[in-house]
């Protein structure tokens, strides 16, 4: 597929078909998000995957799914791929304190803003954006209980889930977010300044 049309037509899908995926797409989605910018190449992230019915069940089990995608959107826990997408701070820190960058003190103060998180969400795009390009709808959605997520998968305490990402074969009849006719698609002059705000 073109890139323009992996772009366009990239949205959060919330209706799956029970179907599985290719298991070689599921490993290209890995590749791509392993193939994302990372500061100093920390490379700080880490990906909980959860491949099949089974697997991904047992992940709404242990997040106990919120009335939101249970009556909202009963066909979102039909998505047969789960992928938690988590950054590890630490890893910065020490790569960060290498001779190269010298920052030994490990401060996190040196960091204007979190790029263990950001660098991650650039890795979650390039999931995203690669099952688009395979024929496939996923979503992306915030993680609400940490500590249920890393007890319920042995996920170690230095790593955040910053989102799960639910891919499938979409339904023909997606049912897209309200938001979309509450808020609406902001306009580029709203976003875009051009040589000062």
């Known amino acids: 597929m073109e890139f323009q049309d992996v772009v366009r037509k990239r949205k959060m899908v919330r209706s799956f078909e029970d179907r599985p995926v ?30 099949g019915k089974d697997e991904a069940k047992r992940y709404w089990d242990a997040l106990a799914a919120t009335p939101r995608f249970a009556d909202g ?5 039909n998505a047969p ?21 010298g920052w030994t003190d490990r401060d996190e103060k040196r960091w204007p803003v979190p790029y263990w ?3 991650t969400g650039m890795a979650a795009m390039n999931i995203l954006l690669t ?10 959605f915030g993680v609400r209980d940490q500590a249920k997520l890393r007890a319920a998968f042995g ?20 049912r897209p977010s309200p938001s979309l ?17």
């Open 22 to 51: 290719d298991h070689a797409v599921v490993e290209r989605m890995l590749a791509n998000a392993q193939k994302a910018p990372s500061a100093g190449f920390s490379q700080g992230w880490g990906f909980l995957v959860l491949e």
């Open 73 to 77: 959107w009963p066909d979102m826990m």
């Open 81 to 101: 791929v789960l992928i938690v997408c988590l950054s590890n701070k630490s890893q910065y820190l020490d790569r960060y304190a290498l001779e190269d960058k």
């Open 117 to 119: 998180d950001i660098d």
């Open 131 to 140: 099952a688009v390009d395979a024929g496939l709808g996923a979503i992306f």
């Open 155 to 174: 996920i170690p305490e230095e790593y955040t889930a910053i989102g799960t990402i639910a891919i499938g074969h979409p339904k023909p009849k997606d």
């Open 181 to 197: 006719k509450i808020v609406g698609r902001r306009q580029a002059s709203d976003v875009v300044h051009r040589g000062a705000w």
